[in-house]
């Protein structure tokens, strides 16, 4: 069973990020699945810090934007909007360049929060960085 409001499509869905951070750091979904989602971000000039390596603040950009795309994926848009409320992430590994690519999947679904779990690889498979994201589903006025 699907976890999202209705189905969608990869190109839609990366229309929506394209004037914001998301866009900036050319963040990309790549998959759509029926608990969660999965997306790539390139390491490069924009996500690296001084040493040459990922920087850690761009991990969490990119298990925020991910887990923020999916949960107002699995709501009413036209009622509700999903907003970062915690985010937590413990960097395990780097990357240098080519892709990273993170794995969303719903931890929870509930009517207030939902909870995600994301987990960021780099090219070699290696786990890089993990992350526990909650979204607030707030009313929109």
Known sequence: MSIWFRNYELEQVNKMGLESMTGFLDIKVSAINSDGLEATMPVNEKTKQP???LH??????LAESVGSIASNL???NSKFAAVGQSINANHLKSARSGLVRAI???????KS??????RIFNEE????????LTMAIILKK
């Open 56 to 61: 850690g603040g761009a991990s969490c950009v």
């Open 113 to 118: 929060s939902h909870v995600w779990d994301i």
């Open 125 to 132: 498979e290696e786990l890089v960085c993990i992350s526990r």
């Open 74 to 76: 699995a709501v009413d």
């Open 51 to 53: 040493f040459g390596l």
């Open 104 to 110: 969303c999947k719903a931890v929870h679904i509930g």
